[in-house]
């Protein structure tokens, strides 16, 4: 079959739901009990056939979670099988899987190669055994590095890894060693993520009963600038808040869906998909799922259609996440409005304090104003349109 080459392709995005260790700062919905594996993948690849709208042409496969790496390579080509042979998919599409060093060897990473896989994410997140400890992680610093290796040697030419930075007690030195390490291995992106405390983790209660007390937001506003500096200096590109790359063409093209308004259509345990205008989010517990999917039901368990307003802050807000920011014609076609003139007050406002650029058609934070999205997106949202 042919595929017309649409100008903004979709994602597909699978979520994995199984882990063996529940981090204790994580609130992504996983489970440690295994038993329901095997229906799951049944529940999966069925949830996928009962996928009723015309799929838009996509050019991403996401397989998150969760701990996709607990599956079986077996299970995991059978499920891009299943996308390739229901869903239109350019035909060079990105295919990523999200995999936890102790979870993986060298054979089952030629595995998941094998299955068309070809960009692997590690979540490594430090290469210093006691910040692993504390975040709960289940691997070592030894094991993470065998894993890049491992992945590199599988064939893997895409590769990226996860770090964390602003764990109570790391310093400018501690963090910028973990950087140096990352380095080594010359991965073709990196995220690197600032350790959130979501209420009802279990980290969240320890730092509110008083058993640390989280990094001061100064210390860890000087890390964020460190790590972009850093990054850069060593030929990365800073592409998103969170995001760096090796080149244009190593960023991820599926995560830049989400900050570029493109659909997504996402499967599993508490998967998101959205349309263009409507999100809307399966159930999470796994149990649930598999029975609405074994009844014949989809597993949706919430639509929410966004009003034009909160379309508009939510596209400003991750626009503004990009290095490159909100390109204006296109934001005022998409959305009928001049924003330059609705947003008048708060650009001048802002652009007086330094916080955006904008030059020509495009509209982007300086790097003091990244350290701000959320503030100044409030800022936005103050007008009215
Ligand atoms: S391995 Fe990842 S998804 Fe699983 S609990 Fe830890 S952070 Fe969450």
């Given at each position: ?5 649409e ?9 994995i739901?199984?882990c063996?260790?529940?981090c204790?700062?994580?609130d ?6 295994h ?8 529940a999966?690849?069925?949830e996928m056939?009962?996928y ?8 991403t496969?996401y ?12 299970d995991?080509?059978?499920i ?6 229901l869903?239109?998919i350019t035909?060079?599409?990105?295919i990523?899987?999200?995999?936890n ?10 595995g998941?190669?094998?299955t068309?896989?070809n960009r ?10 006691d910040?692993?400890?504390f975040?709960?992680?289940?691997h ?6 065998e894993?890049?290796s491992?992945?590199?040697n ?12 602003g ?5 400018e030195?501690?963090?910028l060693l973990d950087?140096?390490t ?6 073709d992106?990196?995220s690197?993520?600032?350790?959130t405390y ?6 969240y209660?320890h ?27 060593c ?8 995001n ?12 830049t ?7 997504y ?7 998101h998909?959205?349309d263009?205008r409507q ?5 999470r ?5 598999i ?13 929410e259609?966004?009003?034009?307003e909160q ?9 503004l996440?990009?290095k490159?920011?909100?390109n204006i014609?296109?934001?005022?076609m ?6 330059k ?8 406002d802002l652009?007086?304090?330094?916080l955006i650029?904008?030059?020509?058609e ?10 701000l999205?959320d ?11």
């Amino acid at each position: 079959m042919t595929i017309a080459i649409e100008p903004n392709p979709a994602g597909i995005y699978i979520h994995i739901p199984f882990c063996v260790n529940k981090c204790p700062y994580c609130d992504f919905y996983s489970i440690t009990d295994h038993s329901l594996k095997k229906e799951f993948v049944k529940a999966l690849l069925l949830e996928m056939s009962l996928y009723k709208s015309v799929p838009p042409v996509s050019d991403t496969i996401y397989i998150g979670g969760g701990t996709p790496s607990v599956l079986k390579s077996k299970d995991i080509g059978q499920i891009i099988e299943t996308v390739f042979n229901l869903f239109k998919i350019t035909p060079d599409p990105e295919i990523t899987i999200e995999v936890n060093p102790k979870t993986i060897s060298p054979g089952s990473l030629k595995g998941f190669k094998q299955t068309g896989i070809n960009r692997i994410n590690i979540g490594v997140q430090s290469f210093s055994d006691d910040n692993l400890k504390f975040l709960g992680r289940i691997h070592s610093s030894i094991e993470a590095k065998e894993a890049i290796s491992w992945a590199k040697n599988a064939g893997f030419e895409n590769l990226g890894i996860d770090l964390i930075y602003g764990i109570p007690g790391q310093t400018e030195k501690s963090w910028l060693l973990d950087l140096k390490t990352a380095m080594q291995f010359e991965p073709d992106h990196i995220s690197c993520y600032t350790l959130t405390y979501e209420p009802k983790t279990p980290i969240y209660n320890h730092m509110k009963s008083g058993f640390f007390s989280p990094m001061p937001d100064y210390l860890a506003g000087s890390l964020f600038e460190l790590t972009s500096d850093f990054l850069e200096n060593c030929g990365y590109i800073h592409y998103e808040i969170s995001n760096f790359s090796r080149s244009i063409d190593k960023k991820s093209r599926h995560n830049t869906k989400y900050w570029s308004d493109v659909p997504y259509i996402g499967f599993g345990p508490s998967a998101h998909s959205f349309d263009g205008r409507q999100r809307s989010w399966n159930v999470r517990s796994v149990k649930d799922y598999i029975k609405n999917i074994e009844s014949g039901l989809l597993a949706t368990e919430e639509k929410e259609v966004l009003s034009k307003e909160q379309h508009i802050i939510e596209a400003i807000l991750l626009g503004l996440r990009k290095k490159e920011g909100i390109n204006i014609s296109n934001f005022n076609m998409k959305f009928e409005i001049n924003f330059k003139e609705v947003f008048k007050e708060t650009i001048s406002d802002l652009r007086e304090k330094k916080l955006i650029i904008l030059i020509n058609e495009q509209c982007r934070l300086t790097k003091k104003g990244t350290l701000l999205l959320d503030s100044i997106c409030a800022m936005f949202a103050l007008n009215e349109f």
